[in-house]
Every structure is written in C-alpha cells, then in structure tokens.
T-cell receptor
Framework: KNEVEQSPQNLTAQEGEFITINCSYS?????LHWLQQHPGGGIVSLFM???GKKKHGRLIATINIQEKHSSLHITASHPRDSAVYIC???????????FGTGTLLAVQP | GAVVSQHPSRVICKSGTSVKIECRSL??????MFWYRQFPKQSLMLMAT?????????EQGVEKDKFLINHASLTLSTLTVTSAHPEDSSFYIC?????????????FGPGTRLTVL
C-alpha cells in the first residue's frame, strides 16, 4: 500500500463545476504539498500546509492532521485547470517528499 | 514564489554519451536541492538530495556513479547522466529547498526531458 494515496485517479468535469481531489497518507508528516503538473511536464507548487486551510484564487486546500487527510478544491473550474494534481507529504527530520500517484483532471468546455 | 530554472529543457543524445543538466535557483539561495525522475504516467521518484559543498545522498537503487551530482554553490546543482542508455530516457526534475525556522519549502524546476537513442 502506498504511503500517500490520492483519489480519484482520473476526473473529468464540465467547466464551472466544483472539483474535489482527496489525499490520504499513513505516515507522520511535517507538511503536505499540493502540486500541479501540466502536460508539458513543469511542476508548480500550489500549496504547502501543515494545518487548517489555505485559499489562493479559486483553489482551496484543507488538511486534517488527526485523520491524515487533505483535500484540494477547485471552484468554478476552467479548461485551463486541466492538469495532473499531485499530493506530496514531507515527514521526519528531512524535507524529502513522498508523492502520491496524482490525479489527472480534465475540464471540458 | 521563488524561481528555479533547468537547462536544457530537452535533450536528445546518442547511447554512450554523457549529459549534464543544470538546476539554478534564480532569486534565492537554496540550502538543499533535490533531483527527481519521472517515467510516463508515473509519479516523481526522488533520486538524490544534495547540500551545497557536500556529497549528495542517493536513494536506494540509484547508481551514484551513473548519476553524478555536483552542488557547487547555493544557487546551482548539476546532474550528469554518464554513459547514457535508452533506459535512462526520462523526465528529470529538480527542486530547490529553503529551510525556515518552522518549516521547509521546495520550489520545482520546469524539468528536462532526456531521450537517449
């Protein structure tokens, strides 16, 4: 079993829909990252959080440390949001990241 | 946020040649740099962690003589794939990290796609 699990693996949505991507982890962490990878391959860091909730534009990330669970929400989704969204956790004394397998999101116009 | 660049973005080479990939933090000094590789439709896999002025720490299963990492300064790390073979074809991504009092942060480069013929 992977230490970081994401669901769903694939998600197709219509433009304007509210989207939720989930991440569960089984290890102790110091922080959780949400990353976005576009088809060209480049990775953008969306959020780093260790508690509570963060919001940036149409993106919201929440984390529940007790339940070892995080969610990434996209409000009013747009085709340009189509990408792979990756959850990664950072644990222990080092700042190595453990990655989830990603969620491929396709937003159709 | 901070900017990390990689060069080249794409490289095609013949089997047996060596390829050097640069990773630079453009507007900050990175205490640590990480090198990842990613195969198609798979997640990132950490190859090694490097700190400026010291030897890189390689993950289990990564050949340090095959993937040479040099971290000469706080803004530059290089990954050299020596005697590249087709199975080394992959997407290589670096990230540069900063350690603050209460947290660590990583900034990712745009990646380098290596194709070995």
């Amino acid at each position: 079993k992977n230490e970081v699990e994401q669901s769903p693996q694939n998600l197709t949505a219509q433009e304007g829909e509210f989207i939720t991507i989930n991440c569960s982890y089984s290890v102790g962490i110091s922080a959780l990252h949400w990353l976005q990878q576009h088809p060209g391959g480049g990775i953008v860091s969306l959020f780093m959080l260790s508690s509570g909730k963060k919001k940036h534009g149409r993106l919201i990330a929440t984390i529940n440390i007790q339940e070892k669970h995080s969610s990434l929400h996209i409000t009013a989704s747009h085709p340009r949001d189509s990408a792979v969204y990756i959850c990664a956790v950072e644990g222990g004394a080092t700042n190595k990241l453990i990655f989830g397998t990603g969620t491929l999101l396709a937003v159709q116009p | 946020g901070a900017v990390v660049s990689q060069h080249p973005s794409r490289v095609i080479c013949k089997s047996g040649t060596s390829v050097k990939i640069e990773c630079r933090s453009l507007d900050f000094q990175a205490t640590t740099m990480f090198w990842y590789r990613q195969f198609p439709k798979q997640s990132l896999m950490l190859m090694a962690t490097s700190n400026e002025g010291s030897k890189a720490t390689y993950e289990q299963g990564v050949e340090k003589d095959k993937f040479l990492i040099n971290h000469a300064s706080l803004t530059l790390s290089t990954l050299t794939v020596t005697s590249a073979h087709p199975e080394d074809s992959s997407f290589y991504i670096c990230s540069a990290g900063q350690t603050y009092i209460s947290y660590n942060e990583q900034f990712f480069g745009p990646g380098t796609r290596l194709t070995v013929l």
